[in-house]
């Protein structure tokens, strides 16, 4: 389906350099904000305390987070899970504060902000245990607030979830990589990482900036990235080794800008959808897809720049041509065949 057609082709390649130009000084800075603002990493790959409380109401997790940024929680994650009353905390480390101080400073602090009273309700477990579980209590001693769990993420946890990720990241790499060059060549697989590569150091580049937390959700988003942008790739790609077959005449520069001309309706149709998406996600997801929406709606912006101009351009400057992805016919000689 298409919205318009272009009839006469835009001669991007003409202006190859400049986009080069533009990714190379994009990516440095990219790297040079990583190296001089290290990424704030969240509770997942740092260590801390993860807490789930109950409210009898439903939750206001603005004032949540304002208590503990008072108590000195720098951008404290406090998300809703399962249902309106359903609070999960995760707050890092704390110098000289244990786990268990921690969660009762913070336990104590919600509980003041809700006008309660600390209490001690012991209950007995289906196996017969008995369980000291802290709640706030209001007036009447009606339940306020009631401390579901606390767990205590070890900095051994989160170097392994970072370990795990970055293994993840490199074999999505290796197998776009063995992909691309069995479907393809050589030298689109290199285009294509390169450029792909380029899209998941820019994101990493505005999370170091801004500071903004890294979590595993955010990891996640940049995985897909890399699967999104790929596909764009082999979409130009196929096009690119059709017009190697068309048009027999044509330089490699006039089949590559054909085939980006020709998928620009397909491109806009295609991520304009997926970003419609992607920014409800990101001004009505809440704090919680919050972060993975934002690397999802950059990924997106940069992957298309770099599929549709980088890693055609890329190929280009690594001398790709028609004989790299169509075999010439071997013509048949008139003594094939057997002898007499």
């Known amino acids: 389906m298409e919205f318009f057609r272009i009839k006469k082709d835009i001669p991007f390649m003409r202006h190859a350099l400049v986009f080069n130009v533009i990714s190379a000084l994009t990516f440095v800075a990219a790297v040079f904000f990583l190296i001089t603002r290290p990424l704030h990493f969240s509770v997942e790959f740092t260590g801390g305390t993860v807490m789930e409380l109950r409210y009898q109401q439903a939750a206001n997790l603005e004032r949540i987070r304002h208590t503990l940024e008072t108590i000195g929680y720098e951008q404290p994650e406090a998300t809703g899970f399962g249902?309106?009353?359903?609070?999960?905390?995760?707050?890092?480390?704390?110098?000289?504060?244990?786990?268990?101080?921690?969660?009762?400073?913070?336990?104590?602090?919600?509980?003041?902000?809700?006008?309660?009273?600390?209490?001690?309700?012991?209950?007995?477990?289906?196996?017969?245990?008995?369980?000291?579980?802290?709640?706030?209590?209001?007036?009447?001693?009606?339940?306020?607030?009631?401390?579901?769990?606390?767990?205590?993420?070890?900095?051994?946890?989160?170097?392994?979830?970072?370990?795990?990720?970055?293994?993840?990241?490199?074999?999505?790499?290796?197998?776009?990589?063995?992909?691309?060059?069995?479907?393809?060549?050589?030298?689109?697989?290199?285009?294509?990482?390169?450029?792909?590569?380029?899209?998941?150091?820019?994101?990493?580049?505005?999370?170091?900036?801004?500071?903004?937390?890294?979590?595993?959700?955010?990891?996640?988003?940049?995985?897909?990235?890399?699967?999104?942008?790929?596909?764009?790739?082999?979409?130009?790609?196929?096009?690119?080794?059709?017009?190697?077959?068309?048009?027999?005449?044509?330089?490699?520069?006039?089949?590559?800008?054909?085939?980006?001309?020709?998928?620009?309706?397909?491109?806009?149709i295609t991520h304009g959808c997926t970003q419609m998406m992607v920014l409800s996600m990101l001004f009505l997801g809440g704090p919680t897809l919050h972060y993975f929406a934002m690397a999802l709606t950059i990924g997106i912006c940069f992957g298309i720049y770099s599929s549709v101009f980088v890693a055609a351009a890329v190929a280009m400057w690594l001398g790709v041509k028609r004989e790299d992805l169509i075999k010439p016919v071997k013509e048949k000689d008139e003594t094939d065949g057997a002898v007499v």
């Open 83 to 268: 249902t309106a009353h359903d609070v999960m905390l995760r707050l890092p480390v704390v110098k000289n504060i244990s786990s268990k101080d921690a969660s009762a400073k913070v336990f104590d602090a919600l509980c003041k902000a809700e006008t309660g009273s600390l209490k001690q309700i012991d209950t007995v477990t289906a196996k017969g245990e008995h369980v000291v579980k802290q709640s706030c209590a209001g007036a009447g001693d009606a339940e306020l607030v009631s401390l579901q769990k606390v767990e205590f993420v070890g900095p051994q946890v989160g170097d392994e979830l970072a370990q795990n990720g970055l293994n993840a990241l490199v074999m999505v790499v290796l197998g776009v990589m063995v992909y691309l060059a069995i479907r393809f060549e050589w030298k689109f697989a290199v285009a294509a990482i390169i450029a792909n590569l380029h899209d998941v150091v820019i994101i990493l580049g505005f999370f170091a900036f801004f500071q903004w937390e890294f979590s595993l959700t955010v990891l996640a988003g940049i995985l897909a990235v890399l699967g999104y942008s790929v596909n764009e790739s082999v979409v130009i790609f196929d096009r690119i080794r059709e017009n190697f077959r068309k048009q027999r005449k044509a330089s490699v520069h006039e089949v590559i800008d054909n085939a980006i001309t020709s998928t620009i309706s397909r491109t806009i």
